[in-house]
C-alpha cells in the first residue's frame, strides 16, 4: 500500500461518488481527498486496522448462512465514506417522505375499500396473485393510517449521476444499526474531521424510532411500554435487534416472553409476573407472528397476537401485511400510486421496468435477457435474481422457462451502471460499485435518516453488495459544504 494519489484514481465509466470526470474531488468530498492523500502508507494501515479493531471490541457482527451452518462474521468495512452533498440529499429526503406516504395509503386502500383498483389505475389481478397480501388485515385500522413504520428503501446512481430509487423493503428491513455503527468506528478512526462540523450527525435515529413507536400505544401516557420481538439469537439480523433494544432501552423478548390474555391485551412474562405490553416492533415476518392465524408451527411469534392488533389493544411496527407494497412488480406501479393518491408527479424516479405479466414486456424481456437483470417479486438479499451479461446461455435459458411459467412473478430492468466510491483494498484505492439504504420512520410525522446505510461490492467490477453475498459497508456523510 502507497500514498494515494488521487490522479491515478479511476473510475472510467461510472459516476464516481468522490472525485469528478477530471480526476479531482467533487467540492463537498476536497477535505477527506486531501486528508487521505497526506497518509503515508503506514499511517493508512493503520487507519485501516484501528478500524478492524474497533469492530472487534464494539462486537459488530453479521450471521452468515452457508452449507448448513451459521457462522458470525466481523462487519465488513471501508474506512473511506461515501459523500452525498446537503443540497442533493434535501432533495432525496423530500423524494422518500412523498414515495412512503403513498406506499402507506396504498396499503391502507387495498385493506379497505380498494378504490385504486376500481379506478383502474392498479390492476386487480396483480393483487389477487400477491403473496403479501394478506386477507386476515382487511378492515384492520392502524394508528395514523400508517403500516409501513419503517422503511428502507435502496437507492442508486446511474452513469450520468441520476438518483433511482431500486427498490422499497417495508416489511422488516435491516441494516439500519450498521449505519449508526459505521459512524462510531469513522468517529474513532478519524475523529479530526468530524471538527468542522460540517459533516451531519446520525445519531439522532434510535431516539425518533422510539418517539414514533411511542406515539403507536393504544394507552395514552408519557412512558408505554414497548418490546422488540427477535426471532432469536440464530437469526441473521439479531445483533441489530440487540442494539436497537438497546439503545433504546426497551425489551427485546421472543414469542416466548409474550401471553395475550383473557381480555386481548398482551403481557411480557417477568419475573413478578405479567406487564402489558403496548407496542411490538416486530422483527419477525408475518407467517410466523401469530400460529393462531398464520403458521400454526411457528414457535417465533405469540398466539393470540393477531386478536388483540385487531382489537387496538397493541400497536405492531411494521403492520402485518405491509408487504403486499414490498413486492418488485408492485414497485413498476409506484409512479402512478404517488399520481393517484398525492395528484404529484414522483420526485425519485424508478428504474425502468418491464413487468413479465405483460405480453409485450414478456417478449421485450425474453428477447434481451443477455442485456437485463431478471428479479422475482419477493426474493430478498439478492436472491434468485438474473443478471444477464454475467451469466451463461444455460442460466438465461432456465430463466426464460421460469418466466413463462410464472409471469406474474417476475420483472426486468436495464443493467445500471451503478456509481463507484474510492475503496481502500491492499495495494492502494480502487473504485467499487455502491447502493445506498436510506431507513423512514413513519408515524405521527415522517423523519429520513441523514444518508443511510453505504453498502458497497467489495469484490472487483461486481455489482452485488449484500453483506450475506460478500458485500461490505462505509460510512456515508452528508456534508453541508456552503452554497445552499
Not at 468495512?77 to 452525498?84: A, M
Request: glycine letters at 8%; hydrophobic letters at 40%.
Amino acid at each position: 500500500m502507497s500514498n494515494i494519489n488521487w490522479e491515478e484514481y479511476k473510475a472510467t465509466g461510472f459516476y464516481d461518488e468522490l472525485i469528478a470526470a477530471n480526476g479531482k474531488p467533487r467540492p463537498e468530498a476536497e477535505s477527506l481527498c486531501r486528508y487521505l492523500a497526506n497518509l503515508d502508507a503506514r499511517e493508512l494501515q493503520e487507519h485501516k486496522t484501528a478500524a478492524e479493531v474497533a469492530i472487534q471490541l464494539m462486537g459488530i457482527t453479521f450471521t452468515v448462512y452457508t452449507e448448513g451452518a451459521m457462522i458470525d462474521r466481523a462487519w465488513p468495512f471501508d474506512i473511506v465514506p461515501r459523500i452525498i452533498p446537503l443540497r442533493e440529499w434535501q432533495k432525496t429526503e423530500a423524494g422518500l417522505k412523498q414515495r412512503v406516504q403513498a406506499l402507506n395509503m396504498f396499503i391502507n386502500d387495498l385493506y379497505h375499500d380498494q378504490k385504486i383498483i376500481k379506478d383502474g389505475i392498479f390492476p386487480k389481478e396483480l393483487l389477487e396473485h400477491s403473496v403479501n397480501f394478506r386477507p386476515q388485515c382487511v378492515g384492520i385500522k392502524t394508528p395514523h393510517n400508517v403500516w409501513a413504520h419503517i422503511c428502507g428503501s435502496d437507492l442508486v446512481r446511474d452513469h450520468d449521476g441520476t438518483l433511482y430509487v431500486l427498490e422499497d423493503n417495508l416489511r422488516v428491513p435491516s441494516g439500519v444499526s450498521y449505519m449508526l455503527e459505521n459512524r462510531n468506528v469513522t468517529k474513532r478512526v478519524m475523529p479530526e474531521l468530524f471538527a468542522s462540523g460540517q459533516i451531519q450527525p446520525v445519531d439522532d435515529y434510535t431516539s425518533q424510532l422510539y418517539d414514533m413507536l411511542a406515539s403507536m400505544s393504544p394507552r395514552p401516557g408519557d412512558d408505554p411500554s414497548i418490546v422488540i420481538l427477535t426471532p432469536g439469537i440464530y437469526n441473521s439480523a439479531y445483533y441489530e435487534h440487540a442494539y436497537l433494544a438497546q439503545q433504546m432501552g426497551v425489551q427485546l423478548v421472543e414469542g416466548s416472553d409474550l401471553v395475550v390474555g383473557d381480555d386481548d391485551c398482551v403481557y411480557m412474562r417477568m419475573v413478578d409476573g405479567l406487564s402489558r405490553v403496548d407496542v411490538i416492533y416486530r422483527r419477525v415476518d408475518d407467517m410466523f407472528l401469530d400460529p393462531e392465524v398464520f403458521n400454526a408451527d411457528s414457535a417465533l411469534g405469540c398466539s393470540g397476537l393477531m386478536r388483540a392488533w385487531r382489537k387496538g389493544n397493541v400497536a405492531l411496527a411494521n403492520a402485518p401485511g405491509a408487504g403486499v407494497a414490498d413486492d418488485k412488480v408492485v414497485y413498476a406501479f409506484v409512479p402512478k400510486i404517488i399520481k393517484y393518491y398525492l395528484d404529484q408527479e414522483a420526485l425519485l424516479p424508478n428504474v425502468p421496468s418491464y413487468l413479465c405479466m405483460f405480453e409485450d414486456d414478456r417478449k421485450y424481456v425474453l428477447d434481451n435477457l443477455d442485456k437485463l437483470v431478471v428479479k422475482p417479486a419477493n426474493e430478498s438479499g439478492g436472491y434468485g435474481m438474473m443478471i444477464g451479461p454475467h451469466v451463461t446461455k444455460k442460466e438465461r435459458k432456465k430463466f426464460a422457462e421460469l418466466i413463462k411459467a410464472d409471469p406474474r412473478n417476475y420483472m426486468a430492468q436495464p443493467t445500471l451502471a451503478l456509481s463507484t466510491s474510492p475503496t481502500l483494498i491492499d495495494h492502494g484505492m480502487e473504485s467499487r460499485h455502491v447502493d445506498l439504504r436510506p431507513f423512514i420512520l413513519s408515524g405521527e410525522s415522517t423523519f429520513v435518516t441523514t444518508g443511510g446505510l453505504t453498502r458497497v461490492a467489495l469484490t472487483k467490477g461486481s455489482l452485488v453488495v449484500n453483506s450475506s453475498q460478500g458485500g461490505g459497508s462505509k460510512d456515508t456523510w452528508i456534508v453541508d459544504a456552503g452554497g445552499n
